[in-house]
């Protein structure tokens, strides 16, 4: 989140890392990689989008098929129509919002449409999943590029990760240092955070990144926020929230929403299904 919030509502722009959009785009920073950085194996753009404001990726889930409509990945407070409120779910909305689909380079080949928002919350998670107008297999044949998939196990501390940003064409490489029982940031709060490493320095423009396991290639969360001032529990300023109710504030650390749940909620043709056994994302 940044600063002008007022502003910045207006004219839906979100930009920031946490969940504040900004009102102008944030400055593009000058190293791809903090010197500091643990060596991974390299991780690609491929099938990494970059959206008006925020970042995504196209993603299947671990039982999806070649002919079943494409889903792209971001924030909830990456979506266009601004802000979910605390409690609220979008489901199934019509939406044209179009994706600049990056190659493993990070050059944009391509422009994706999507034809509705299939599911987007900012309560205990902070996501947003649009349905595209293509399927995967022509996306593949179109550009050849294939999806991310969406891991399906919860990953564990220790985990070396990137944080793949279609936005800035950048990668942050580090790995998980924890997890945050509460993540409270003003009037939303997310469940089981992942927190990273301090070498992850995700930056405005990286919402909505996907966060690659390096060993799996597989996606395990979505980057959505860091506590940018020092301040407790507001607005670009997240603070950790224990189970015994203890406050912890980490000034210049960075998350991510874990995604193992997301599958459980997806039927055949990836057709949401919030009623499926296992499906533990929040209803409408």
Known sequence: ?????????????????????AAASP????????????????????????LSNCSGSVVRLPASEDDDPALV???????????????????????????GLLNASGTRVGTLRAGKIAYATMTDT??????????????????????????????TAGTAITVVSGYWKRTYA?????????LKEGEWTWKDSVRYTSACRTIGGTSGSPVVDNATGKVVAVNNTGNEDGGRCTDNNPCEVAEDGTVTVREGINYGQQTYRIPACFALDNKLDLSRSGCALPKP
């Open 73 to 99: 990945m971001s924030n909830g407070h990456c979506l266009e129509t601004g802000f979910p409120a605390a409690g609220e779910v979008v489901v199934d909305q019509p939406s044209s919002r179009t994706f």
């Open 27 to 50: 400055a593009a920073p000058a190293a791809s990689a903090s010197p500091a950085a643990p060596a991974v194996r390299a991780v690609s753009f491929a099938g990494t989008v970059a």
């Open 126 to 155: 902070d996501v947003s999943l649009y349905q595209l107008t293509s399927t995967y297999a022509q996306i593949r044949g179109s550009y050849g590029i294939s999806p991310l998939t969406l891991d399906d196990t919860r990953p």
């Open 174 to 182: 580090c790995n998980v240092d924890g997890f945050a029982y509460r």
């Open 1 to 21: 989140m940044n600063k002008p919030l007022l502003a910045a509502l207006a004219t839906l722009a979100v930009t920031g890392v946490g969940v504040a959009p």
